[in-house]
């Protein structure tokens, strides 16, 4: 899958995930928390020596890495 496509798809799902979810009430899917995700995605993307292969691994990267975070 090119970079592009699994990104935007992991965008997506992930976008879902969190409208959907309780815990994220404060995320808003307008331009600017969009545009977030979108390159915390990136930088997440090429982050990874081993570069996730589906969307589903970059989603799941994602909530690693914020989980990390809260817990710093």
Known sequence: M???TLVL???LQLN?????DDAFCGYLDDHAGT????AELWD???AH???PES????VDAWYEN???GEAA
Do not use: F
């Open 9 to 11: 798809t992991a965008l």
């Open 2 to 4: 090119e970079p592009s």
């Open 55 to 58: 969307p589903e691994q970059l």
């Open 16 to 20: 879902e995930q969190l409208r959907q």
């Open 44 to 46: 997440l993307y090429y």
């Open 35 to 38: 545009g977030r995700l979108l």
């Open 49 to 51: 020596m081993d570069r």
């Open 66 to 68: 914020e989980y990390e």
